[in-house]
Nanobody
Framework: QVQLVESGGGLVQPGGSLRLSCVAS????????IGWFRQGPGKERQGVAC????????PRADSISGRFTISKDSAKNMVYLQMDTLKPEDTAVYYC?????????????????WGQGTQVTVSS
């Protein structure tokens, strides 16, 4: 059974950092493109970053901001999103998603599997 579970969200002050985790089960993260998305209140779901399938870290270069860095730990079958210098407008539910097997990062929301999300709130 394919499953994605996000964790690491929470309340953080502006300027702070968080690292979100996405643990995958039922498939190998090296064989799938893994993306991070977010959906703020009243907003559409938005792509944040994506990492192509393959061994090692082969990120697509179109992360929405240099403040966000995607990485992968193949041994743990996990993908991370490091978020730095957070702003109130980064407040959203963050999701990870997978497409594959052996896929590059797709456009838009064309993913096969989605997690249930983790809430990130940036506020003083």
């Amino acid at each position: 059974q394919v499953q994605l579970v996000e964790s690491g969200g929470g309340l953080v002050q502006p300027g702070g950092s968080l690292r979100l985790s996405c643990v995958a089960s039922g498939f190998n993260v090296d064989h799938y493109a893994i993306g991070w998305f977010r959906q703020g209140p009243g907003k559409e779901r938005q792509g944040v970053a994506c990492i192509n399938s393959g061994i090692g870290n082969i990120p697509r270069a179109d992360s929405i901001s240099g403040r966000f860095t995607i990485s992968k730990d193949s041994a743990k079958n996990m993908v991370y999103l490091q978020m730095d210098t957070l702003k109130p407008e980064d407040t959203a539910v963050y999701y990870c998603a997978a497409r594959g097997p052996y896929s590059d990062c797709p456009r838009g929301l064309q993913y096969d599997y989605w997690g249930q999300g983790t809430q990130v709130t940036v506020s003083s």
